[in-house]
T-cell receptor
């Protein structure tokens, strides 16, 4: 049962435009959400996160928005750059749990073309 | 030098063979994890360890075993490899707090023929 869903396997955006990657979750106990970025032949690297007590978190060109009522979050990249081309994984966590296990979505391949 | 290393990076083996994947870290983290990624799927947790004496099964532990030889080393074994264990395997580390970021190794691409 996929508790974190990324329904778009791929996204293609022109350089300089906005990239919007979407993620939905089903477990209302999740209270922390993360985005990881993965280049080929490398492991995922942490990009940005948001706590459920917030609805927005910004870090440079990257902004994550959280809509708890809809159980939906999105990652905005503005402006998009060719170096942003990678697979982006959405992940969710129950911070109150001892494990702190991450539940991952299937990923979205972002391609930014010149 | 990379903080989290995995060996080998690529491995091709045959059905029935025993395989060990190794993970080492220099971050001084207590927690270590093994994940697998299949094409079109997210990362799924195989095993995790909170310290040398603590080993726990994840969601897909069948067919796998692990060993935490030291704080810095966490190995994953496939006792008798089968083709549906062909996947990309990632090791990750985390400090002693569940709220901290997990840091991933570069991955091992395993093919079982």
């Amino acid at each position: 049962d996929q508790q974190v869903k990324q329904n778009s396997p791929s996204l293609s955006v022109q350089e300089g435009r906005i990239s919007i990657l979407n993620c939905d979750y089903t477990n209302s106990m999740f209270d922390y959400f993360l985005w990881y970025k993965k280049y080929p032949a490398e492991g995922p690297t942490f990009l940005i996160s948001i706590s459920s007590i917030k609805d927005k978190n910004e870090d440079g060109r990257f902004t994550v928005f959280l809509n708890k009522s809809a159980k939906h979050l999105s990652l905005h990249i503005v402006p998009s750059q060719p170096g942003d081309s990678a697979v982006y994984f959405c992940a969710a966590q129950r911070r109150g749990s001892t494990l702190g296990r991450l539940y991952f979505g299937r990923g979205t391949q972002l391609t930014v073309w010149p | 030098d990379a903080d989290v290393t995995q060996t080998p990076r690529n491995r091709i083996t045959k059905t029935g063979k025993r395989i060990m994947l190794e993970c080492s870290q220099t971050k001084g983290h207590d927690r270590m994890y093994w994940y697998r990624q299949d094409p079109g799927l997210g990362l799924r947790l195989i095993y995790y360890s909170f310290d040398v004496k603590d080993i726990n099964k994840g969601e897909i532990s069948d067919g796998y075993s692990v060993s935490r030889q030291a704080q810095a080393k966490f190995s994953l074994s496939l006792e008798s490899a089968i083709p549906n264990q062909t996947a990309l395997y990632f090791c990750a580390t985390q400090s002693g707090f569940s709220t901290d970021t997990q840091y991933f190794g570069p991955g091992t691409r395993l093919t079982v023929l």
